[in-house]
């Protein structure tokens, strides 16, 4: 059989979560080679990679030209999938997926993306991108004090997003500010009725990886007793995933929290049969300052050991 032949046959076995995961892992082994050509073939025409940092939001032309030197060098970066989850978007045309992915780095420990992928053809290649380091919870009372430290003396600008500029983004930030208005509120009910019932939510540990049921069972009884946790965006990027339904929206926004400092929530949106935007996924992070991340990334494998 000709190799031709056996890439059909492989595509025609598979389903379309599987072929978008096979894009991710070739993404993840050309950047590990240095191979700039595979890796950059991997990456779709409009995609935005977001940093750990929050200064780091990067468009496609950036984010080669940020890669380019490096690969130059033969250095390349590592990060193999240690688990990793695949939804594909609810549009007959089974042409754009979500993600969500726990990464073994050589050089950081254990990183995590989230983000989007669309079908061109045949070809699955990434729209959105963001990478974090997720901080166990620990160490994260110390850690975030330490980061809001930093901040407090080198603060950091937030770079730019894609701004509302139709009726399904502005819908799906309306959800956003609901669901944080309610968190705040501790309105229970409110709160999870934002999420779609298959819905998915990431905590800033790395264990924690929630169906709607299990996070409603740890987040109720605190609900229950008046206390809710405010986080208060200060910047966000929407964008709108390339489908006919114009149903379905992904997004990262900076959060402030009085506790913690800077967050990151990254996730996707999707307009149910009622009309109404409901978060499929929602991942909360703690984005480490690049001048603070080796650190405490090895401070956090030290801790793992």
Excluded at 42 to 50: H, K, N, Q, S, T
Excluded at 214 to 219: G, I, K, L, S, V
Excluded at 228 to 248: E, K, Q
Aim: negative net charge; contains cysteine.
């Amino acid at each position: 059989m000709s190799l031709i032949a056996l890439t059909l046959a492989l595509a025609i076995q598979t389903t379309p979560e599987q072929q978008a995961a096979a894009a991710l892992d070739a993404m993840h082994a050309a950047a590990a080679r240095a191979d700039s050509a595979a890796w950059a073939d991997r990456l779709a025409p409009g995609m935005v990679w977001v940093g750990n940092e929050t200064s780091e939001r990067w468009d496609r032309p950036a984010f080669l030209a940020f890669a380019a030197p490096v690969f130059a060098r033969g250095e390349g970066w590592t990060y193999s999938a240690r688990e990793r989850h695949v939804t594909l978007a609810p549009d007959p045309c089974a042409c754009v997926a979500w993600f969500d992915e726990v990464l073994d780095s050589q050089t950081y420990g254990t990183a995590r993306g989230e983000g989007m992928l669309v079908r061109d053809g045949s070809e699955w290649r990434v729209l959105r991108y963001a990478l974090s380091y997720p901080i166990p919870n620990d160490l994260a009372g110390a850690m975030t004090t330490e980061i809001k430290a930093f901040e407090a003396a080198n603060p950091i600008v937030d770079a730019p997003g894609d701004g509302v500029d139709s009726r399904e983004k502005e819908a799906a930030a309306a959800t956003l500010n609901a669901l944080h208005r309610a968190a705040a509120e501790a309105d229970g009910a409110t709160y999870f009725d934002l999420f779609t019932p298959d819905a998915t939510y990431i905590g800033t540990d790395v264990t924690e990886h929630w169906s709607v049921a299990e996070f409603r069972a740890y987040a109720q009884p605190y609900f229950a007793q008046g206390k809710g946790w405010t986080y208060t965006p200060r910047s966000r990027a929407l964008t709108l995933a390339p489908l006919d339904c114009r149903c379905v929206v992904w997004f990262d926004e900076a959060l402030d929290s009085q506790s913690y400092g800077t967050s990151r929530g990254t996730g996707v949106l999707v307009r149910g049969e009622d009309g109404k935007w409901r978060i499929a996924l929602y991942a909360l992070t703690f984005p480490i300052p690049n001048a603070l991340a080796r650190d405490m990334t090895a401070r956090i494998r030290a801790a793992a050991q």
